[in-house]
């Protein structure tokens, strides 16, 4: 674990080093917001507070640090917006936003206090659970979305939004064992709206459904969204072969994912006969 801690840093070491040859005169605030990521992910809304960085700080004074961090690829920004309506650049606001590192792996290593550990144990709802958010916004950004989030004047949050065959499919992020409780979820689908897709709520537990809402193990995440189409491995589907694969899907739906066992399944994965999940069933539609 030492090594490969003091390897992860000495990644982190190169990328604040990328920082200062080629950020220009953003340098200096570049390597400020790109050390901030942890601990503003860290809080239980995860915003990203420019103030937080510096007294006095603007957001106007960071605008280009923080772009310039995006277009290198480092952060990820999720942009706020305020209405469940189609296209969301219409109703976001730009000055509202989270941001994600890269890599999760990396963002472990950035914390002062080693979780290593504790997340090889399980324990994924640590720091507010940013691990486990971060994990899902980058296997977003790996397809190729765009990232928001809904924030109804604070008393309604969303964790993610995916813009899908004009329809807005959902996607909360559950680190703890209480991942059937959500409220913002719940008050979406007392107000009917013809634009919503699907709903779903990714948390270390078994795949099942309830009513409108499907809950997907994190392991299976990467292998619900494929190619730039979410949820396109229809959950019923899924689920089914789930229920009658004999090996790895078997074992993992009928108790909850550890990072352990997450890190010893594969991204999509095989059944006893040496079949992937999704690619079989790509084939089948």
Same mark, same amino acid.
């Given at each position: 674990?030492?090594? #490969?801690? /003091? =390897?992860?840093?000495?990644?982190?070491?190169? %990328?604040? +080093?990328?920082? &200062?040859?080629?950020?220009?005169?953003?340098?200096?605030?570049?390597?400020?917001?790109?050390?901030?990521?942890?601990?503003?992910?860290?809080?239980?809304?995860?915003?990203?507070?420019?103030?937080?960085?510096?007294?006095?700080?603007?957001?106007?004074?960071?605008?280009?640090?923080?772009?310039?961090?995006?277009?290198?690829?480092?952060?990820?920004?999720?942009?706020?917006?305020?209405?469940?309506?189609?296209?969301?650049?219409?109703?976001?606001?730009?000055?509202?936003?989270?941001?994600?590192?890269?890599?999760?792996?990396?963002?472990?290593?950035?914390?002062?206090?080693?979780?290593?550990?504790?997340?090889?144990?399980?324990?994924?709802?640590?720091?507010?659970?940013?691990?486990?958010?971060?994990?899902?916004? #980058?296997? /977003? =950004?790996?397809?190729?979305?765009?990232?928001? %989030?809904? +924030?109804?004047? &604070?008393?309604?949050?969303?964790?993610?939004?995916?813009?899908?065959?004009?329809?807005?499919?959902?996607?909360?992020?559950?680190?703890?064992?209480?991942?059937?409780?959500?409220?913002?979820?719940?008050?979406?689908?007392?107000?009917?709206?013809?634009?919503?897709?699907?709903?779903?709520?990714?948390?270390?537990?078994?795949?099942?459904?309830?009513?409108?809402?499907?809950?997907?193990?994190?392991?299976?995440?990467?292998?619900?969204?494929?190619?730039?189409?979410?949820?396109?491995?229809?959950?019923?589907?899924?689920?089914?072969?789930?229920?009658?694969?004999?090996?790895?899907?078997?074992?993992?739906?009928?108790?909850?994912?550890?990072?352990?066992?997450?890190?010893?399944?594969?991204?999509?994965?095989?059944?006893?006969?040496? =079949?992937?999940?999704?690619?079989?069933?790509?084939?089948?539609?």
């Amino acid at each position: 674990m030492s090594k #490969t801690l /003091l =390897v992860q840093r000495s990644i982190i070491d190169s %990328y604040r +080093d990328d920082i &200062s040859k080629y950020a220009g005169q953003e340098k200096a605030r570049a390597k400020l917001f790109f050390d901030a990521i942890p601990s503003e992910l860290s809080k239980e809304k995860k915003r990203f507070i420019i103030a937080d960085i510096e007294q006095r700080a603007t957001a106007q004074k960071y605008e280009n640090a923080a772009q310039w961090l995006m277009d290198a690829g480092i952060a990820y920004f999720s942009y706020n917006t305020h209405n469940l309506l189609l296209p969301f650049e219409q109703y976001e606001k730009r000055n509202l936003y989270k941001v994600f590192l890269l890599d999760t792996g990396l963002l472990c290593s950035m914390w002062r206090e080693p979780i290593q550990w504790q997340v090889l144990n399980g324990e994924i709802d640590i720091n507010e659970g940013a691990l486990t958010e971060n994990f899902v916004a #980058t296997e /977003l =950004v790996k397809k190729g979305y765009v990232l928001h %989030y809904y +924030d109804h004047k &604070s008393r309604q949050e969303l964790d993610f939004l995916v813009a899908q065959n004009n329809k807005i499919n959902i996607i909360e992020v559950k680190s703890g064992n209480d991942y059937k409780r959500h409220a913002s979820l719940d008050a979406v689908l007392e107000s009917p709206n013809p634009t919503l897709g699907d709903l779903m709520v990714i948390s270390k537990f078994p795949m099942q459904k309830i009513g409108d809402i499907q809950y997907i193990p994190l392991y299976a995440l990467g292998c619900i969204i494929l190619q730039k189409a979410v949820f396109q491995i229809r959950f019923t589907a899924f689920s089914l072969y789930a229920n009658r694969s004999n090996a790895r899907i078997s074992s993992c739906t009928h108790r909850p994912m550890t990072v352990k066992r997450l890190r010893r399944t594969a991204e999509c994965p095989v059944d006893s006969q040496g =079949v992937s999940a999704p690619r079989e069933f790509a084939e089948r539609t």
